[in-house]
T-cell receptor, first 114, second 115 residues
């Protein structure tokens, strides 16, 4: 079975631009969570979606938004990119919503803002 | 909010020795504590986890202990091998008011197993 799939794997954007990152969960998983991992740090929670509804939001500005589609795939959108948005963006899927048990992470999208 | 501290930040051991990584968490509502291994260019991979109603769990060379009273949990790797070299993250999970859940990660430990 395929794991969590993220695209693209690498991306370079200019300050002020917007970006869309995509995630396909493991088949049968209805929950998708997004994390930002800055170099040398642990991942930080951005959003969780379950059954197309937002179930949690981390401490990130409104420039960050996400959505989940009927097939449970998800997009993370970031507007007005800043240099500080450069990071590895990770998607995790699970079959549960109220617990992180069974989280499986994708390999991430490496975003570089120049 | 939840804060997870992790020590040490780097750890170098000889092959065959044991490695111990320690974490503390601040939010008593956290109820699930996974450990992840992250290799270069990859996402975190779950290696072992423990729920808040369990004090210890072991899986072959890897064990995790949890002290809920002190809000401490630790990862123990015995008989280390070169392929154990990676960055290890502890995390604490809690439920959110919207019905979801989030992981709060530690800052990571770079483990190097030397031949």
């Amino acid at each position: 079975d395929a794991g969590v799939t993220q695209s693209p794997t690498h991306l370079i954007k200019t300050r002020g631009q917007h970006v869309t990152l995509r995630c396909s969960p493991i088949s049968g998983h209805k929950s998708v969570s997004w994390y930002q991992q800055v170099l040398g740090q642990g991942p930080q929670f951005i959003f969780q979606y379950y059954e197309k509804e937002e179930r949690g939001r981390g401490n990130f500005p409104d420039r960050f938004s996400a959505r989940q589609f009927p097939n449970y795939s998800s997009e993370l959108n970031v507007n007005a990119l800043l240099l500080g948005d450069s990071a590895l963006y990770l998607c995790a899927s699970s079959s549960l919503v109220g617990s992180s048990y069974g989280y499986t992470f994708g390999s991430g999208t490496r975003l570089t803002v120049v | 909010g939840e804060n997870v501290e992790q020590h040490p930040s780097t750890l170098s051991v000889q092959e065959g020795d044991s490695a111990v990584i320690k974490c503390t968490y601040s939010d008593s509502a956290s109820n699930y504590f996974p450990w992840y291994k992250q290799e270069l260019g990859k996402g975190p991979q779950l290696i072992i986890d423990i729920r808040s109603n369990v004090g210890e769990k072991k899986d072959q060379r890897i064990a995790v202990t949890l002290n809920k009273t002190a809000k401490h949990f630790s990862l123990h790797i015995t008989e280390t091998q070169p392929e154990d070299s990676a960055v290890y993250f502890c995390a604490a999970s809690k439920e959110l008011t919207g019905g979801g859940n989030k992981l709060t990660f530690g800052t990571g430990t770079q483990l190097k197993v030397e031949l």
